[in-house]
């Protein structure tokens, strides 16, 4: 096996494994504060092209990569909709929240 090959597979694999952590953090939000930055990818440019029997992982991978992008887009909207919603909520002089109307389809 062609050595440029096999480094294009190593390439794939740690952008792959970047996918899957993000994966991961959409499920798991809460261990976000634990994580370092994140490096951005770029492609290898001392590998050449990308070996064509290969092609078929690479967009496996940015496929993936565009769902979790989409996922964590969502999650950031929803937070800020919490965020909005419960800016807006008063508290009674007694301690007791006042009675507010949600409507969950919003």
């Known amino acids: 096996m062609a050595a440029w090959r096999e480094e294009w597979i ?3 694999d740690a952008l792959e494994a970047d996918v899957e952590m993000i994966e991961r953090l959409i499920e798991d939000e809460h261990r976000v504060q634990a994580l ?8 290898p440019t001392e590998l050449g092209t990308l070996p064509l029997d ?3 992982r690479a967009d496996r991978i940015l496929a993936r990569q565009i769902a979790a992008a989409q996922a964590v887009s969502q999650a950031i909207t929803g937070n800020r909709r919490q965020t909005a919603f419960a800016a807006k909520i008063e508290v009674g002089t007694a301690g007791k929240a006042i009675p ?3 409507d969950c389809n919003a």
């Not at 370092?36 to 492609?43: I, L």
């Open 10 to 12: 190593a390439a794939l």
């Open 36 to 43: 370092p930055a994140a490096n951005p990818w770029s492609p």
């Open 54 to 56: 290969l092609k078929p």
């Open 100 to 102: 507010t109307y949600v």
